[in-house]
RNA sequence: GCCGGGGUAGGGUAGUCUGGUCUAUCCUAAAGGACUGUGGAUCCUUUGACUCGGGUUCAAAUCUCGGCCCUGGCCCCA
C-alpha cells in the first residue's frame, strides 16, 4: 500500500453493518416520538455564528467549526440544535399552533478532543415542546425519553431530576452568587470532600450553610416524598422554591399516575452545567453509574427571547447516539443487519433470459441477487453462502427446456425440482 | 489546549525490554484453483503490514525526537 488517505480525527465511517444498527435505533427513537404526537423537523447544517454565541458567549467559538465565507459571513457547522429549532420556531412563531412538539435527528459537530461517547461528529436525537409552562409538558418530555429508552430495549437507567430554583433560592437566601455556585455543584463527584469543601468557602459559606447544603444534596428518594421533606426542612427558602417544588410534585403525581415512578429520583445536584435551563432540569444515568450521563434535558423559558422571539416557555432533551450505542452493546441488544437476500440466482449455461425474468419478477417483493461476473457454478454457490442468501434457484440449460429448476435451501441443504410457472404463481 | 496508554496485512496477533538471515510469525479474511450441475469441510496458490518523517548506528519493527491517528482522562460539555 503506497498511500491512503485517513479519515479526520473524531469522525466515523458507517460500514453497511453500522449503518444499520443506527437507521434501527432511529426509526425506534422516532416512531416514540411520533406516538407521543411529536413531528419531525430538520434544520440546516450550518447556521450564523451569531446565533450560538448569542446564546453561549464568545468563548463558544473555541469549541466549534467556524469560518467565514466567501462574502465574509461568520459560519459554523451547528454544534447542537436548540437554537436552530428556536429559530423555526420564532420564524412562524405567530401561526404554529401552541404548544409546538417537534423532534428531529440532527448531526453536529464539536471541535474537541474525542473521548468515550463524545466525537466531532455526532448524532443527537432531540425532541422539543414550545408554548407550554405546565407541569405536564415537564412529564411528557420525561416520559417521551423514558419510553425511548424502554422501547429500545434499555431497562437499566434512572432519570434524576431536579429544578434550578431550589438549589437558587437556597444560594440566593445565603447571599452567594447562584451561576457559580451551580458551576461547584456540578464539580461535586469530581472532586474529594475537602476541595469541595473549601471552593465553598472561597464563595462566602460558612459551615452551617456547608451543611444545610450537603442535607439537600443528599436527600435521594421518590421526587413527591422529597419534595415534601423540603417543603417541610426548608421553609425558609421563599416562593420560588415552593413553585419549584409544587412544580415537580405534580410532575411525580403524573409520573405516577403513569407508571414511570420507579423510573425516576429526586436529585438536587443536577444543575446540568452553566446551561440555559431556567426550572425542571434531569440527567440519565445507567443505574451502575459506570457511564457519564446519558442525556439531559430540561426547561429552558427564556431561550427563545433571547434568540428574538416573543416570550415562549420551552422544554426539552437530546440523546446523543454514540452513548446509546455503547449502553446497547454492553447489554447485548446493539440490533445485528442480516443482509441475506432472499433468494440467489445461479444460472448454468445459457439460461439469461429466463433467470432476468424470475429476477426481475421476484424482486417486487423480495431481496434477490446473481453473480455479476460470469463465474463456474462452485463460484456462484459460494457467493450465495457468503452472501447468507436464504434460498438458490438453481437454472440449467438442461432443466429449463423442461420448464423446472431447482430450488435450494440453504439451511437445510434441501433441494427440490420446481416447475417455473408454479413457482412464479406462488411467489411472484 | 493539557496529562497518560497505544499504533505490525481488511480483522486479530508473535517479534520490541536485550538493535543483527525479520527476506517479519501464526490465525482469520478475501480472490482463484483442485471441482465447466451444487455452498459450509480439506488441500494448494495468490493478495496483503512494521503509522509518517528526522536522528543515532556498520545495521532500526526494535533505541531516540517530532508529527499524525486511536484510546482513557482533564478543561469544556452548549
Known amino acids: 500500500m503506497s498511500f491512503v488517505f485517513e479519515k479526520l480525527r473524531g469522525v466515523r465511517d458507517f460500514y453497511p453493518e453500522d449503518f444499520h444498527g443506527r437507521k434501527v435505533i432511529y426509526g425506534n427513537l422516532s416512531g416514540t416520538a411520533k406516538n407521543y404526537g411529536f413531528k419531525e423537523v430538520c434544520t440546516p447544517s450550518i447556521?450564523?455564528?451569531?446565533?450560538?454565541?448569542?446564546?453561549?458567549?464568545?468563548?463558544?467559538?473555541?469549541?466549534?467549526?467556524?469560518?467565514?465565507?466567501?462574502?465574509?459571513?461568520?459560519?459554523?457547522?451547528?454544534?447542537?440544535?436548540?437554537?436552530?429549532?428556536?429559530?423555526?420556531?420564532?420564524?412562524?412563531?405567530?401561526?404554529?399552533?401552541?404548544?409546538?412538539?417537534?423532534?428531529?435527528?440532527?448531526?453536529?459537530?464539536?471541535?474537541?478532543?474525542?473521548?468515550?461517547?463524545?466525537?466531532?461528529?455526532?448524532?443527537?436525537?432531540?425532541?422539543?415542546?414550545?408554548?407550554?409552562r405546565s407541569s405536564r409538558a415537564d412529564f411528557e418530555i420525561l416520559s417521551c425519553g423514558i419510553d425511548c429508552l424502554l422501547n429500545l430495549g434499555i431497562d437499566n437507567f434512572m432519570f434524576h431530576l431536579s429544578d434550578r430554583n431550589i438549589l437558587g433560592a437556597f444560594f440566593e437566601s445565603l447571599h452567594l452568587p447562584v451561576n457559580e455556585a451551580f458551576t461547584v455543584v456540578d464539580k461535586r463527584n469530581k472532586v474529594d470532600e475537602p476541595e469541595f469543601r473549601s471552593m465553598l468557602s472561597d464563595m462566602g459559606m460558612d459551615d452551617e450553610g456547608y451543611d444545610s447544603?450537603?442535607?439537600?444534596?443528599?436527600?435521594?428518594?421518590?421526587?413527591?416524598?422529597?419534595?415534601?421533606?423540603?417543603?417541610?426542612?426548608?421553609?425558609?427558602?421563599?416562593?420560588?422554591?415552593?413553585?419549584?417544588?409544587?412544580?415537580?410534585?405534580?410532575?411525580?403525581?403524573?409520573?405516577?399516575?403513569?407508571?414511570?415512578?420507579?423510573?425516576?429520583?429526586?436529585d438536587l445536584s443536577i444543575v446540568r452545567g452553566l446551561a440555559y435551563y431556567t426550572d425542571m432540569v434531569f440527567e440519565v444515568f445507567d443505574k451502575k453509574k459506570s457511564l457519564r450521563s446519558l442525556f439531559g434535558g430540561g426547561r429552558y423559558d427564556d431561550l427563545v427571547q433571547l434568540l428574538g422571539g416573543q416570550s415562549m416557555p420551552a422544554v426539552g432533551f437530546a440523546i446523543g447516539l454514540p452513548l446509546l450505542e455503547i449502553l446497547m452493546k454492553e447489554s447485548g441488544i446493539w440490533p445485528e443487519p442480516d443482509f441475506g437476500p432472499d433468494f440467489f440466482v445461479v444460472t448454468i449455461g445459457d439460461v439469461e433470459k429466463e433467470a432476468l425474468r424470475i429476477i426481475k419478477l421476484l424482486r417486487k417483493d423480495h431481496t434477490v441477487e446473481y453473480s455479476l461476473g460470469s463465474k463456474n457454478m462452485s463460484n456462484q454457490m459460494n457467493l450465495a453462502n457468503n452472501l447468507g442468501a436464504k434460498k438458490v434457484i438453481i437454472i440449467g440449460e438442461r432443466d429449463i427446456k423442461e420448464g423446472v429448476f431447482s430450488l435450494k435451501d440453504m439451511a437445510s441443504g434441501t433441494q427440490e425440482q420446481v416447475v417455473l410457472e408454479e413457482f412464479v404463481k406462488r411467489y411472484c
Not at 50 to 75: C, L, P, Q
Not at 100 to 113: D, G, I, N, T
Open 47 to 132: 447556521e450564523s455564528l451569531d446565533i450560538f454565541t448569542k446564546k453561549s458567549g464568545e468563548a463558544i467559538v473555541d469549541e466549534i467549526y467556524s469560518f467565514n465565507d466567501k462574502g465574509g459571513r461568520g459560519i459554523c457547522l451547528i454544534p447542537e440544535l436548540t437554537p436552530s429549532v428556536v429559530r423555526m420556531v420564532v420564524q412562524r412563531q405567530k401561526v404554529l399552533t401552541k404548544p409546538v412538539k417537534w423532534f428531529s435527528l440532527s448531526r453536529h459537530w464539536r471541535y474537541e478532543r474525542p473521548q468515550k461517547g463524545r466525537q466531532r461528529e455526532f448524532y443527537q436525537f432531540n425532541v422539543d415542546i414550545f408554548g407550554s
Open 213 to 266: 447544603l450537603i442535607g439537600l444534596l443528599d436527600i435521594n428518594g421518590n421526587v413527591n416524598d422529597c419534595a415534601d421533606l423540603i417543603l417541610e426542612d426548608y421553609p425558609a427558602l421563599g416562593d420560588k422554591a415552593v413553585i419549584a417544588l409544587k412544580n415537580l410534585r405534580e410532575v411525580g403525581d403524573l409520573l405516577k399516575n403513569y407508571g414511570f415512578e420507579e423510573n425516576c429520583k429526586f
